[in-house]
């Protein structure tokens, strides 16, 4: 499954790339069906980067990809709950 999901995310990487952006796989739950990534870049003060999660990366997972219940990210999560990335 993993890989698969790798693939996929391959494959949509230029799009979001155009963009200023990009996403990493981090985990997948084989057993629940989460795909945890995190988006980066521009993505991440992008207000539009849930819809791209959603309708978008989502989407097209789920479509590819027998299993796949649910994909998060890891990024927006922190933010919720009042982490803020650290800059060295």
């Known amino acids: 499954m993993r890989a698969q999901i ?17 996403i990493f796989l981090r985990d997948v739950d084989e057993e ?3 795909v ?5 870049g521009a993505c991440v003060s992008c207000p539009a980067s849930t ?18 219940t649910e994909v998060i990210d890891l990024g927006q999560a922190a933010t919720e709950l009042g982490e803020r990335p650290v800059t060295l």
Do not use: Y
């Open 51 to 68: 819809v791209t999660l959603k309708a978008g990366i989502e989407r097209i997972l789920k479509d590819r990809v027998p299993g796949v």
């Open 6 to 22: 790798e693939q996929v995310i391959e494959a949509i990487r230029p799009a979001i790339q155009a963009d200023n952006g990009d």
């Open 36 to 40: 945890s990534v995190e988006l980066v």
């Open 32 to 34: 629940t069906g989460v």
